[in-house]
């Protein structure tokens, strides 16, 4: 059982994988214009960006960050998730940071005096126990980021 390598995932509201992207070893290349054409033809149908991490990495990067704070303002009025899953301590980790931008009109109204309000925070946190399997995209994400996900616990 062998980290190998990133790997993106675009869900829906219902878990269901909408999108695959490759990555390497430290990074995921998520197609900016893939995203917003999902995003085009069907608006908040983007429930979550997701990506795995190498072992001990649960939380997202800044630039993991950045990207999502990016995202936010491009889908507006939509929230945006990023996802990260990584294996911690024999357990697969997920770890999902929701973010919001105020509206434009909101803004406007109190006549820009600040800047638009932006919110990210932790929504939540779930353990999976590798013997008691995962959810199809997580199971998906860790096919494609290690050599062999038969045996996670004995990485
Ligand atoms: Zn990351």
């Excluded at 795995?52 to 704070?69: A, C, F, N």
Aim: aromatic share 12%; net charge negative.
């Amino acid at each position: 059982m062998k980290y190998l390598k990133e790997t993106g995932a675009l869900i829906n509201m219902d878990g269901d994988l909408m999108h695959l992207f490759e990555g390497n070893a430290g990074s995921v290349n998520f197609d900016p214009q893939l995203i917003w054409d999902l995003h085009k033809n069907s608006p908040g149908t983007i429930y979550a960006i997701c990506h795995t991490h190498p072992p001990g990495m649960i939380q997202p990067s800044s630039i993991d960050k950045e990207m999502l704070k990016g995202w936010v303002y491009a889908l507006h009025p939509f929230p945006v998730r990023i996802i990260v899953i990584a294996e911690d301590d024999g357990y697969i980790v997920e770890t999902c940071y929701f973010a919001q931008v105020e509206s434009k009109e909101s803004w406007l109204t109190r006549n820009k005096e600040t800047p638009r309000e932006f919110k990210m925070f932790l929504e939540f946190h779930n353990h999976y126990d590798p013997e008691e399997g995962f959810p199809p995209y997580i199971e998906t994400l860790l096919d494609n980021s290690y050599e062999d996900d038969s045996n996670i616990i004995e990485s």
